[in-house]
């Protein structure tokens, strides 16, 4: 068993981020969230619907950003993002595509295959694939891996822009200073349950980064 | 209906932009299609047997053949950079997904065989004696190829002797519809023996029409119970 008895609430205009050592089981949890795993027991809702079983409202809310980048190789950025937004029937795909590809400074690349795109570049793309149909829920593993300091900067940008206007970003994160920079409340995952829980405005940041990184040394 | 439609649309669309511009699958298919019929020519070029009886069953290897490179080619990119998890989030049915794949491979086995049948009419000099029938009946095998196949397809892919397996268990599930597909062929190039009806393996196809008709049904049958069990193929 990789989980049990995690218990998590995500309000409108909500970011958890969420840590934990390697197997610690936060990539399960996101996948779990997302969909893509069923739990042996116990459920995940969105807006009452039930993930797993909710149908196209429940999974329409959702966006993701996993390990992988989840993109077509033989198709452009802009193909790829079309393609996604064809996907969830996204309303005003053209102008929200418009407005992704210059957030996220693809622009350059617009008609670039995804596979001459380098891992930075791929991450962007993959992100912008989350957000094309502006989901309510945003699930983000280690969505800042490959981005350069520029990239980071852009990327928790968009997650302010998300949950000011009511999204909800659920992350996990080995990244704590970025984690605690994007997000509302932070949380540690330790031994299939969440161990730690605060808001990030009760946690003295540096404190708190010192702390985990001493006890991720202890776990190895 | 509305993510049907759009769902639709998106995989089909994507399939299509994505081989146009890898240019991967069909030209493998035609230099496939083309060696197998050349081989076969040469072969019968030998025997006694009439070539109008052999041609039939040489389209039939090539379009079968061609076919599942186009079939194994269509999970594949959907390994590549976990993008099948991409598709498992989408407010998409599986099925729906599953009928755009088969439609996409539809068309790349019909722009296959508008090369391979004239190539297959030339060599072993055949005569159509009713094209619509032969339209006919090569859009049945083409559905029964596409509908198999791509269940097959989703269902080996993270297999790693992918193409090996899909062949294996692709012809053993179609050879059913390979038999009327075969005499149906016959039947149109005007090849069928007297001698063969009633008899030997074809015994139980009996005529065009019953050939027909087995080949709808199988079509019907195993799409819907490969449309019904892609969900399951793809999920878990």
Known sequence: MVLDGVDLRLEAGWSVCVCGVNGAGKSTLLKLVAGLL?????????????IGSGGDAARAGLG?????????ADLTVLE?????????????AESRIDELIDRLQLAPYRFDRAAVLSRGLLQRLAIARALVHEPAVLVADEPSTGLDAEASGILLSILEGFTAAGGAVLMATHDVEFGIRCCRKAAVLDGRRICFEKDVCDIDAAAFTRDYLAYARESR | MKHFLSGFNAVFLKDLIAELRAKQVLPSMLVLGLLIMWILRLASSTSSIDLAVTGPAALWISILFSGL????????VEKE???????????????????????????????????????????????????????????LGNLAISGVGTLFSALVCGAGARGAVLSVVVLAVLMPVMVPAVFALMVVFGA???????????AFVGSLGSALGYMVAFDAVFIAACWLLF??????
């Open chain 2, 81 to 139: 950079n976990g993008c099948l998890e991409a598709l498992l989030l989408a407010p998409v049915d599986a099925g729906t997904v599953y009928l755009a794949k088969v439609a996409v491979n539809l068309v790349m086995l019909c722009v296959f065989e508008i090369v391979i049948v004239p190539a297959a009419i030339l060599m072993f000099r055949l005569e159509v004696s009713d094209w619509p029938v032969l339209v006919a009946v090569l859009m």
């Open chain 2, 69 to 76: 490179l186009a079939q194994e080619r269509s999970f594949s």
């Open chain 1, 38 to 50: 069923r739990p042996d027991a116990g459920s995940m809702r969105l807006c009452g619907s039930d």
């Open chain 1, 64 to 72: 993701a950003v996993l390990h992988e980048p989840m993109v077509y």
């Open chain 2, 192 to 202: 069928v023996p007297a001698a063969l009806v009633g008899t030997g393996a074809l």
């Open chain 2, 231 to 236: 969900g399951i193929a793809v999920r878990d």
């Open chain 1, 80 to 92: 790829n993002l079309r393609f996604f937004a064809g996907l969830y029937a996204a309303g005003r």
